[in-house]
Nanobody
Framework: QVRLVESGGGLVQPGGSLRLSCAAS????????MCWYRQAPGKERELVAT???????NYAEFVEGRFTISRDNAKNTVYLQMNSLKPEDTAVYYC?????????????WGQGTQVTVSS
């Protein structure tokens, strides 16, 4: 059984910062692409950032320069450092990872963590 467990969400004022974490655990043979998505009320889930196993990153235009994705391969953990937060960043943030379970590559989702940006 593989699990992705997120942490670090909360309430923050505009201009503030938060750091999200997502740790994978279980019968893991390898972790490949790791991503963060978000879903605001009434909107579709959207991709925020990705990081490959080697550390190459990509960002959605709306977070470029404000958010930083990183990972610790030894801990099977991905992070999202969010700076200069705006009210429009309010959403449930989900991590997603491609995980090798024995010989099968499967995409797993975390349960989500709420981020609220408000004064």
């Amino acid at each position: 059984q593989v699990r992705l467990v997120e942490s670090g969400g909360g309430l923050v004022q505009p201009g503030g910062s938060l750091r999200l974490s997502c740790a994978a655990s279980g019968n893991i043979f390898g972790v490949y692409l790791m991503c963060w998505y978000r879903q605001a009320p009434g909107k579709e889930r959207e991709l925020v950032a990705t990081v490959t196993q080697r550390g190459s990153t990509n960002y959605a235009e709306f977070v470029e320069g404000r958010f930083t994705i990183s990972r610790d391969n030894a801990k099977n953990t991905v992070y999202l450092q969010m700076n200069s937060l705006k009210p429009e960043d309010t959403a449930v943030y989900y991590c997603n990872a491609e995980i090798l379970v024995v010989t099968t590559l499967i995409r797993y989702w975390g349960q989500g963590t709420q981020v609220t940006v408000s004064s």
